[in-house]
Nanobody, 125 residues
Framework: QVQLVESGGGLVQPGGSLRLSCAAS????????MGWYRQAPGKERELVAT???????NYADSVKGRFTISRDNAKNTVYLQMNRMKPEDTAVYYC???????????????????WGQGTQVTVSS
C-alpha cells in the first residue's frame, strides 16, 4: 500500500540546477532509509544518493560535491538538489525507500523496498 510519488524532473542546461522530490504515503511504520537511483539508456540502474533515518548520507562519486540529498521526516519526503549539472546526468531518476511496516501474515515487522515511477531528467543545451 506504500506509494512513492516523484516530481521535479525536466529539461535543464549544462551547469544548471534542478531539484527532485519524492513523497511516501500509505502504510508506513517508519522509513529506514530513502534514496535516488538513475538509469540512462543502455545502462544499468545506478545508485545516486541515499539518506538513512539517522541522517547519514552516501553519494556516488560522479555526483559528490554537486548533488545534495535531504529529507523532511514530517512529510515523509526526500529531496535531491542537483547543481552544476552535466549531460551525463541525463537519465530517468527513481526514488527508493526502505520502509518498515507491520505484517499481519508474519505477525511482526517487515522491511521492504519501494520504488517510484521515475522522472525524466535531461541535461542539454
Amino acid at each position: 500500500q506504500v506509494q512513492l510519488v516523484e516530481s521535479g524532473g525536466g529539461l535543464v542546461q549544462p551547469g544548471g540546477s534542478l531539484r527532485l522530490s519524492c513523497a511516501a504515503s500509505g502504510s508506513i511504520g517508519s522509513i529506514n532509509y530513502m534514496g535516488w537511483y538513475r538509469q540512462a539508456p543502455g545502462k544499468e540502474r545506478e545508485l545516486v544518493a541515499t539518506i538513512t533515518s539517522g541522517g547519514s548520507t552516501n553519494y556516488a562519486d560522479s555526483v559528490k560535491g554537486r548533488f545534495t540529498i535531504s529529507r523532511d521526516n514530517a512529510k515523509n519526503t526526500v529531496y535531491l538538489q542537483m547543481n552544476r549539472m552535466k549531460p551525463e546526468d541525463t537519465a530517468v531518476y527513481y526514488c527508493n525507500a526502505n520502509i518498515r511496516s507491520y505484517s499481519y501474515i508474519l505477525l511482526g515487522n517487515r522491511d521492504r523496498d519501494y520504488w517510484g515511477q521515475g522522472t525524466q531528467v535531461t541535461v542539454s543545451s
